[in-house]
């Protein structure tokens, strides 16, 4: 049982049986090869099939082969902290942007949590968005190239084309796709008319049809199985979509890491030593009950969390992921090992995240479009 | 049978079982009595009960016998000309204006029609917002009282409130009240939403709470049945409404006028020559098939629609009002002599209207919120 929404993520992930039911494209080898021609090294995110699934790369590729350059849409919906999972599309683009080199959109919906959550309000998403802010600015975004966008300090902008979007979209097909029901309130229903917005929001401002990249987390494909076919009846071209795996919690390889408990987050502002003992409490491991039968027998790095997020995360170079994988294996590396390679790793990033977090509180209004 | 939604009016409308039905208050002696106290007359409007239902007026009087005064908040979606049906509210709205010495806000929901209407456009919509404009203008609303509420243009103000009330009305109450389906878009289901913020913005933009009146044709009650409940659960008061009746079509005294057909409807850019035929042509007669048998046995002037014409709009004087009556019933006055009496006050005017509206065109700023 797997259940994906953009508000729920349940059961066990089977990705290759989304790619099926969502009905979107696996990333094949011969389109990381198109790709590379362009960007001349791959992510290792690419390679390693963190992005693992698309829709439409190759035409976004056609279009831009033919000089008509793509912008990048993602977002964040600012309804509590961030933590490293949210890090994994958002690294993601920025290295589209900067190979690309293309204009990034950064949607902050600020209402939609408001309207799932029974018990957050605006002032809570507005403290959030400031919040979040900062970590976004400190993943080094070109800030000539990013605009953040915020639903409702710019729904000038957004709430004409969301209302034509909304005119195309009937309550059976937000009630089929999202799981809406006669219970679900109007500020739910409505919302995904906001979210396709900035799919087309450049092509309204500059008056001119331009290609859209939105590389997001598969629970948010939802919104763009609707919009998709909504956006071309009004004139624009259809956004391209590249999708993540979820970063998994630290309790588990399945499900994917959130803000629900603090038991199996890492956030972006969590002191070295909280990070050192939410690790060594919590993260999942794929090793043996016993010392001994682990030297013997080995661990299974496929489902040890340590050794996920230092694949999708922390450790680039393929050679020391490949070490590290054979030597858990092998029984060689001990869990209590591998932890503290990825204690090391977390605390270094966060270190200079943290600093650039600060650097980033004097840079917020240069990104507000 | 009678239906009565925002969007649809049709069977016979027997105001006495709207009140009923929509849990309303008749216009009562008594409180024209106390509106008197203050307005020192009463406008033909609520003496003849066209105004004849309202909910927590006194209310509203209590407030303002206690020094705390309202805002009055009424509207139109502009989706095409304004015709003489659409003045009946607003010339009482100008009359509660100048008599309580207030603010009005007027609100322009530019989004709603072209999401109940198939073919119309944000083109259309913004054509007519600019048109409409001037007639309202032209009624002679106090610039520096009055200002003008455009739905996407004022998104910045309108959205982050709407999603509030959005978040407290569920899709079964959409449905039971509006009579919307599973077929319906998401921008018919959100609209209500929006319709509701006026009633509270100014109590936002000040930072106070202020009583709200709202004069509407009864036809639009089904928003503020629904947004009355939610808007005190946000901190606000429950807005106060008074309902006026509709003004029947040309064709005859049900239903009301309406923009749907070119037949049943006097627009205010109408030529005096157009008046003239439509009405001569058009005008449901309450007379007798021949002269002979009107002279013997009189007409009907309660179903006769130039005598209602001028009831609801055109004869302020009921001394008048009341020979025109009676000498239609009797058969002295013809249906002839009596679409004259008519025609000639409704170009009378029309010529100051269409001069009006002429000077108007370089007052809208002054008006824009």
């Given at each position: 049982m797997?259940?994906?929404?953009?508000?729920?993520v349940?059961g066990?992930?089977d990705?290759?049986?989304?790619?099926?039911?969502?009905?979107?494209s696996?990333?094949?080898?011969?389109?990381?090869k198109?790709?590379k021609?362009h960007?001349k090294?791959l992510?290792?995110?690419?390679?390693?099939?963190?992005?693992?699934?698309h829709?439409?790369f190759?035409?976004?590729?056609?279009e831009?082969?033919k000089?008509?350059k793509?912008?990048?849409?993602?977002?964040r919906?600012p309804?509590g902290?961030?933590?490293?999972g949210?890090?994994?599309?958002w690294i993601?683009?920025?290295w589209?942007?900067?190979?690309?080199?293309v204009e990034l959109?950064?949607q902050?919906p600020d209402?939609?949590k408001?309207v799932f959550?029974?018990?957050?309000t605006?002032?809570?998403t507005?403290?959030?968005?400031?919040e979040n802010m900062?970590?976004?600015?400190?993943?080094?975004?070109n800030?000539k190239?990013?605009?953040?966008l915020?639903?409702?300090?710019h729904?000038?902008l957004?709430?004409?084309p969301?209302?034509q979007?909304?005119?195309?979209i009937?309550?059976s097909?937000v009630?089929a796709?999202?799981?809406l029901?006669n219970?679900?309130n109007?500020?739910?229903?409505f919302?995904t008319?906001m979210q396709?917005?900035p799919?087309f929001?450049?092509?309204?401002l500059k008056?001119k049809n331009?290609p859209c990249?939105?590389?997001?987390?598969i629970?948010?494909?939802?919104h763009?199985r609707?919009?998709?076919?909504?956006i071309?009846k009004?004139?624009?071209?259809?956004?391209?979509i590249?999708?993540?795996?979820?970063l998994?919690?630290?309790?588990?390889?399945?499900?994917?890491m959130?803000?629900?408990?603090?038991?199996?987050t890492?956030?972006?502002t969590d002191?070295?030593?909280?990070?050192?003992?939410?690790?060594k409490?919590?993260?999942?491991?794929?090793?043996?009950p016993?010392l001994a039968?682990?030297r013997?027998?080995?661990?299974n790095p496929d489902?040890?969390?340590?050794?996920q997020y230092l694949?999708?995360?922390?450790?680039?170079d393929?050679k020391?992921?490949?070490?590290i994988?054979n030597?858990?294996?092998?029984?060689?590396?001990l869990?209590?090992?591998?932890?503290?390679i990825?204690?090391?790793?977390?605390n270094?990033?966060?270190?200079?995240?943290q600093q650039?977090r600060?650097?980033?509180k004097?840079?917020v209004?240069?990104?507000?479009?």
């Amino acid at each position: 049982m797997q259940k994906i929404t953009p508000w729920e993520v349940e059961g066990d992930i089977d990705y290759s049986k989304l790619i099926k039911e969502f009905g979107t494209s696996p990333i094949s080898d011969p389109l990381l090869k198109r790709i590379k021609k362009h960007t001349k090294e791959l992510h290792f995110m690419l390679t390693r099939k963190i992005f693992f699934s698309h829709r439409d790369f190759n035409w976004l590729l056609d279009e831009y082969e033919k000089n008509n350059k793509f912008f990048l849409y993602t977002g964040r919906a600012p309804s509590g902290d961030i933590h490293l999972g949210h890090l994994v599309p958002w690294i993601f683009t920025k290295w589209l942007q900067d190979k690309f080199n293309v204009e990034l959109l950064f949607q902050f919906p600020d209402e939609e949590k408001v309207v799932f959550k029974k018990d957050l309000t605006f002032e809570d998403t507005e403290k959030f968005t400031k919040e979040n802010m900062l970590d976004i600015i400190a993943l080094g975004f070109n800030p000539k190239k990013t605009k953040f966008l915020i639903d409702t300090k710019h729904a000038n902008l957004m709430y004409k084309p969301a209302m034509q979007v909304a005119k195309k979209i009937t309550f059976s097909t937000v009630k089929a796709t999202f799981g809406l029901n006669n219970q679900s309130n109007l500020g739910q229903i409505f919302y995904t008319s906001m979210q396709a917005v900035p799919a087309f929001l450049p092509s309204i401002l500059k008056k001119k049809n331009i290609p859209c990249l939105i590389p997001l987390a598969i629970d948010q494909d939802a919104h763009f199985r609707v919009s998709r076919d909504v956006i071309p009846k009004l004139g624009y071209y259809k956004p391209a979509i590249i999708h993540s795996m979820f970063l998994p919690s630290l309790l588990g390889p399945k499900g994917k890491m959130s803000s629900s408990s603090e038991q199996d987050t890492i956030y972006t502002t969590d002191s070295p030593s909280t990070v050192e003992s939410k690790i060594k409490k919590y993260a999942f491991s794929g090793g043996k009950p016993t010392l001994a039968e682990h030297r013997k027998k080995g661990g299974n790095p496929d489902i040890d969390v340590s050794f996920q997020y230092l694949r999708m995360l922390f450790e680039p170079d393929n050679k020391k992921l490949s070490k590290i994988y054979n030597d858990y294996k092998s029984g060689s590396l001990l869990t209590s090992e591998l932890k503290e390679i990825l204690i090391k790793k977390i605390n270094t990033f966060l270190k200079k995240h943290q600093q650039k977090r600060e650097l980033a509180k004097k840079q917020v209004n240069k990104f507000i479009l």
